[in-house]
């Protein structure tokens, strides 16, 4: 069977399982005596297993099939696996990831399972005689003697069949899923497909034979929950059961051929749709003749860009097209326009939607961190992860990982201390780490935050003086904020050793580059011995933005709207000048002022009377330009390092007069004033300072 087709499937769900397995075995240590955490465990990995086998990958199905052994110890123990079988598990979670990598880069899995089989085994006791008939409950085909043997017993004997959507691409794996789905909730003792024929399987009709005390509504919506499944039929088997409740015998007669035996129950029957928006408690109704079920459609992340550009350029072409008919009296074509304007917006919104998806995304790699970090590092730690289901831009979600694991490697590896310091010091053992996500206007906040020992301001700058970033002078001066500051310093580290961890000096300052790039923030406050909070603020997208367009010297630019605080007119406000640089004065304090001309290098045209207060860093600034032209949905577009070398613009949007406008970097306008704020200091004092590159 050619199997190239389902590659980018089996690629997303592998990758996918290998992300909830890494979840389940770290929440598993924390709680063993979970029984639902157990149960999805071994439910994963056979569906991985089962996978792997189908698509080829031997080695894949090989280590996955061990780690089955070991996961259904779990089922058996109330007291889960030792911390050295979780470390195991999880390295072998690990090769799993790169042998997933491997295939998505060359097509070969590249791995030797031996070592990892060979360490696996180990944790494994020997079985008993029932334990072994246990775990192959399911390998043949029961007939009626078994059948009555588990009545006698006083079993209670359901049989599923489970129906898939006619374009299912992969229905072998879906049925290894819906098997080892449903052996949750009890013993499996006969299917159809048998397990010798479902690596082969290409039908749409699968059936199970289950001992179980569950209610028939619990296995048809475990069922349900797997992808493709478009019905599931639940129902227990009579006392008096005719040969129709029989599994289907060697001669291939087919399955449940007949009428329902006199006083059996009447099946339950239940789409994948009806029950994932069915209450937990419900029962399973029945569904009506052809009802189809809501599926998730996986598109390529390409597709999903193509589509946002062409989106883009629908913008771009609207606004052209009202601005063309904007002094045109025509009360049809303004009516036309509007009702353009409203479906656009309506289909621009959509766009956004689609592109959206969770922060979870990048949360679950966490636990797995932090628990390998607390063990390296000897810590205690909790964690915890608030605000899982924020959305953001995939764009965005893809680029904002390594930030932060920066930022919980720092928290773990400088800010919270080991157990008997933090006993020593008035607090628990254990030290708390939250990571949580929410919306803020148009942006996200996603926050770090720690109750480590904080950030220490005489240290900071005793470090920062033997690094020579800054002189005696200036050491005496430093504060919190001051101290914070330097943490971003390219090439700073309070690291004595470099390790894998951290002390490589890249950390800070990589993440506030980074999130620069992707037009964010990063804020950070620390208080010492109560803990350090690192703040990064997002656009939700960073492909259409709403900013208000205002004229510089005659040039048009965009400040995105999220960044304006307000605006207003020069002359009825007063203006100082403070050691030679303007500032303004308002009701709520004094700010810096900055020429828009002389800011973007162009030659001042106009009266500049009017000023756009924005937030930049954790600073306000007042910024003066010509005119203010109005709100726009802008699209856009990175600049050529030569167009935005040494300017504080972040990138460029076509307009509908096809100018283009410059998308105002406030961030990088709050760094060019701190640095000309130290350098006139410096000078004062004649005195030498080594900037800080912002």
Known sequence: MDTSEYMPMFLAEAQEHLQELNLAVVALEDDPANQETVDGIFRIAHSLKGMSATMGFTAIAELTHVMEDVFELLRQRSGGLQKEAITTVLACLDALESAVGSIEQTGVEDLDPQPLIAALRELIRERSPEQEIARAGGAQIPDAALLAAVRDAGGRILHVRVQLHAD???PAVRAHMVFSALNVHGETIGSVPTPDEIENFDGHELQAWIVSEHEEAELARTASGVSDVSAVEVRELAVNGSESDLPPSS????????????????????????????????????????????????????????LMHLMGELVI????????????????????VQNLTRSSQALQSMVMQVRMIPVDVVFMRFPRLVRDLSTKLGKEI?????????????????????PLVHLVRNSLDHGIEAP???????????????????????????EVRDDGRGVDPEAIALKALERGLIDAEAARHVDARAAVELLFTPGFSTAEVTSDISGRGVGMDAVR??????????????????????QIRLPLTLAIVSALQVDVAGAPFAIPIDRVERTLRLDEHTVHRVAGRRVLSLDDGVI????????????????????????????????????????????????????????PVSGGAVLADAQIALIVDCDALAGGLIARAARADAHERREPIVSSGR
Request: charge should be negative; avoid cysteine.
């Open 168 to 170: 299912v691409l992969m």
């Open 251 to 306: 001669s291939g007669e087919p399955p449940l051929a007949g009428s329902l035996a006199q006083g059996q129950a009447q099946p339950n029957t239940i789409s994948a749709r009806e029950l994932a928006s069915a209450p937990a408690h419900a029962g399973a109704p029945t569904t009506t003749a052809g009802q189809h079920s809501a599926r998730t459609v996986r598109v390529d992340a390409e597709r999903l860009d193509t």
């Open 317 to 336: 072409h609207r606004t052209a097209v009202e601005a063309l008919t904007a002094s045109i009296d025509s009360q049809e074509l303004q009516h036309a």
């Open 382 to 402: 909790e964690l915890e992860l608030v605000g899982r289901e924020t959305e953001l831009d995939r764009t965005v979600v893809d680029s904002l990982g390594d």
């Open 420 to 446: 008997d310091v933090r006993v020593a010091a008035g607090k628990p053992p254990t030290g708390k780490l939250t990571i949580a996500a929410r919306h803020a206007g148009g942006s996200v906040v996603i």
């Open 513 to 534: 580059t980074k999130i620069r790039e992707l037009g964010g923030e990063v804020l950070m406050e620390s208080e010492q011995g109560r803990g350090t909070s690192a």
């Open 592 to 647: 810096p002022l900055l020429e828009g001309a002389a800011t973007f290098g162009r030659a001042a045209a106009g009266a500049h009377d009017l000023v756009v207060i924005v937030r930049g860093q954790d600073k306000r600034i007042g910024l003066t330009v010509d005119d203010l032209v109005g709100q726009r949905e802008l699209v856009t577009r990175p600049l050529p390092e030569v167009v935005s070398a040494g300017q």
